[in-house]
């Protein structure tokens, strides 16, 4: 099984272009599924569909949560489709297995004045607020994910154009840049960043403050700093600014599909979720003009 899983990730990361977030993602799935296949000595080629259950129901009683479980099931069931593929098995044992419901989170969403008063915070006087201006408007901007963010090299910022190209997941897609958003990563890029870089040959967008590629958790602080900064009670975290991008977009009259081009959803019912918030104001729009509301 060993050998199998690694061709299984392999293929996932060359042929599906998948981001390391997201295959080690399935590598965490698809090992506990192998320890306990092991553990209750199971022949993983010959696993039947009541099996299956019977490890789905494993985990549930490990109080996994319901999305932990749907996603173990994905990886597992893309798992067996690739075995299918590669004619190891003759037949997926994963058909019929329905995942459990999930709930779908409402996501916490910022006002346009919460979004003005964060990004007014950073502050051009010095090489981290000129980066960190830079950072947090092309955030809010462009809707994409802090992972993508940070896997940026300054080669996929198209100036001239007014565009970023995001090569991270399975898909490359271009998402636009707004004037002020452009405006202050070129005062970056011209100001900031050679001076931060170490080595001319690197390739990194954003950096921190020794050079080095910005992390995840780099930028997670920055953006909680600058949310203290501006006294906003509201959580807020690189995804919020994803899910304000979404939302301010909806409401200012974009079309769902896209909002779904720019976001990366593969799935339009992920893009969806956002139509809850295009007209936040119906509710009281109601009660003041029907009659007998």
Not at 30 to 45: C, M, R, S
Not at 181 to 201: G, H, T
């Amino acid at each position: 099984m060993d050998k199998q899983i690694k061709l299984f990730l392999d293929f996932l990361q060359n042929d599906k272009k998948l981001s390391n977030n997201t295959l080690q993602s399935y590598k965490r799935d698809i090992e506990q599924y192998q320890n306990y296949i092991d553990k209750n000595k199971l022949n993983y080629l010959k696993v039947d569909s009541d099996q299956l259950s019977k490890y789905l129901k494993s985990l549930s009683r490990a109080n996994k949560k319901a999305s932990t479980i749907s996603r173990n099931l994905a990886t597992i069931r893309a798992f067996y489709q690739y075995l299918v593929r590669t004619k190891k098995v003759k037949k997926d044992p994963t058909e019929g297995i329905h995942a459990p419901k999930v709930e779908k989170n409402i996501p916490s969403v910022l006002t346009a004045k919460e979004v003005e008063l964060l990004l007014e915070q950073p502050k051009n006087i010095d090489l981290k607020g000129i980066r960190d201006k830079a950072m947090l408007e092309f955030a809010y901007a462009t809707g994409m994910r802090v992972t993508e963010i940070i896997s940026l090299d300054i080669t996929d910022v198209n100036v001239e154009e007014s565009y970023v190209t995001c090569n991270a997941g399975s898909k490359k897609r271009n998402i636009p840049l707004g004037t002020i958003s452009l405006q202050a990563l070129v005062d970056y890029m011209e100001k900031a960043r050679p001076v931060l870089i170490k080595d001319e040959n690197d390739k990194a967008l954003f950096v921190n403050i020794n050079g080095k590629r910005l992390t995840r958790q780099g930028f997670w602080k920055i953006v909680k700093y600058y949310k203290e900064q501006a006294h906003i009670e509201k959580d807020i975290t690189p995804h919020v600014l994803r899910h304000s991008f979404a939302t301010h977009l909806l409401r200012n009259g974009a079309d769902i599909k896209s909002i779904q081009t720019m976001l990366g959803h593969s799935d339009i019912s992920s893009t969806q979720v956002y139509m809850q918030f295009k007209n936040e104001n119906l509710k009281d729009i109601y009660n003041k003009a029907h009659p007998r509301a």
